[in-house]
């Protein structure tokens, strides 16, 4: 179990926000502890905020990929946010290229495009949280008049 | 830890824990002679791949970080040492993207492009040491 | 025979400290012409003379030996500090070459021989070599600072909408400033919180690989991060030479000019640009 890094509910989502320098072990931990709790609380995407973060090698891009890919398969979307310019310039030279992973400046950003994929793959049980309005679930044309969820 | 009064610190690396320190450190170290953000974090990374290699492939080793001088300009020199294995086919190793298992091979290739200077010595059967260093600007 | 030597300095050096600072004092003001204070001086001497007296009671007359880091140390901060201020390096070699007189003064009336001189006058000797070069690499650093901020200065990251930044570079680029100016760029993203760049690069006449591969670089720096980086106003020369290399420059989006990137970065933020059908008088 991961204790150094705190997995927190945010809406339909979970934020995983990393403050410490972690060790491998600490990292697998971490990403188990995802899979599960994606599963546990039905949620919809996952965060991950570096903002804190001062280096990125390939352990913890590799884990990024992984949780991403994961997170797909459990039908959920994954944002990392908050990069710092250093970081990206020596994943850039480090050769590592996050494939996968959505990032986004910070985490107002990444919670909109979170909002976004999310609203692009509904399912049964987000629309029977919409009370008052009907949506097509299948959807050919793929013309779908929803609102945007991000503005409720 | 041991630090000598010349500046040569001397890491193990036995644990996950220990990568950890040799990260830290150099970053300290890195701050200490005022190398840019960027650099310190491209040494830091470069680091961390070595490090977590001396751990994983060679079993167990040390670190040693110290600071050099060379035409008025002062760098980091970082010594990753392990008695391991050894690397068999170099020029295999260092190609980007080649991994003997489980890795994603880019931590050689990618640590060699992240510093100014870069030598490994290794030996089958011996082990294998990799130097790198990183000049302020 | 070198142990003895550093005896006797040493002994010269603890002997009367009082004396040999006020002489050194004396010596390296008429030097200065009241250009550095003399509580400064002051201060700065009796720091030295401790040092120098652990240096040699450690290290001998070998300046490399370890017991010497405080020396170089303190030496490195006078330079540093002088070559901030204007002084020229003779001006600050001097001041140690001054403890000279103060040596051969109290060697002369402790009785000792043209040995112990000697030995001394290579010493202050090595000292002021010492201070010559911790001041000229104090000066290389001064004037890369000042490069480094005349760069920053002649390279500004402008917001050109809520949104979307620039930076139109201008003039040769070579290595150096392109990853000054990628940096500060990327950084610009972060504080602003705009998820378009544009590179304009009209103004530059010709780019090597290196250049070229660190614009590229860029923009997927900038996009690891969350941001479109789009590169307008590349020059016919410069297409040629980025073709010719090789390089590849894959689905980055290029724009002929610096307008069509921001109508390109405006779009992709969802803000549409249309011509106003009637009115406004033209
Ligand atoms: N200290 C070492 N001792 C023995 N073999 C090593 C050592 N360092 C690297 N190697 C060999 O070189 C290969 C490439 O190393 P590299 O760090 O590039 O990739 P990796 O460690 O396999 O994966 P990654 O670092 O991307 O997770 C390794 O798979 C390993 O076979
Ligand atoms: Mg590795």
Known sequence: MSQQVPVLRLGNALLVSIQVDLQDDDVLALQEELAERIVATGARGVIIDISAVDIVDSFIGRMFSSIAALSRVLDAETVVVGMRPAV??????LGLSLDGVRTALDLEKGRAILDRLIADRRTVRDIAQDDDEFVPIDDPAGERHQPDPSRR | MSTSATGVDELPISSGDDVVRVRQLVRTRAQGIRLSLVDQTKLVTAASELARNTLVHGGSGTARIEVVQRAGRSGIRAVFSDEGPGIPDLDLALTAGWTSGGGLGLGLS??????????????VGRGTSVTVVKWSR | ????????LLGLLLQDEQALLERWLRDAAVHLQGRASS?????????????LAKGVSGGGLDL??????????LLS?????????????SETAVSVFSLKGALFDLAARAGQGTDAILVASRWVDALGLLTFDSYVRAREEVIAEQSEQLMELSTPVVKLWEGVVAVPLIGTLDSARTQIVMEKLLQTLVDTGSEH????????????????????????????????????????????????????????PTKANLADALLHALRGSGVEVVRRRSGGGR
Do not use: W
């Open chain 3, 77 to 89: 901060e006078l330079s540093r500090d002088r070559a901030r201020r204007g002084f020229t390096p």
């Open chain 3, 64 to 73: 490399d030996h370890e017991a010497y880091g405080e020396v170089r140390a």
């Open chain 3, 39 to 51: 509580a400064e001086l002051e201060r700065a001497f009796r720091d030295l003379l401790t040092a």
């Open chain 3, 197 to 252: 760049a544009i590179i304009d690069i009209t103004g530059v006449p010709a780019v090597d690989t290196e250049v070229a591969q660190h614009l590229l670089k860029t923009v997927v720096a900038a996009r690891l991060m969350g941001a479109e980086c789009t590169i307008s106003g590349i020059r016919p020369q410069i297409a040629q030479t980025i073709v010719a290399l090789g390089i590849e420059f894959g689905d980055i």
């Open chain 1, 88 to 93: 990206a310039i020596t994943l850039v030279e």
């Open chain 3, 1 to 8: 025979m070198a142990e003895n030597d550093g005896q006797h």
């Open chain 2, 110 to 123: 990618g640590a060699k492009r992240l510093v100014d200077e870069f030598d490994i010595d290794t030996e």
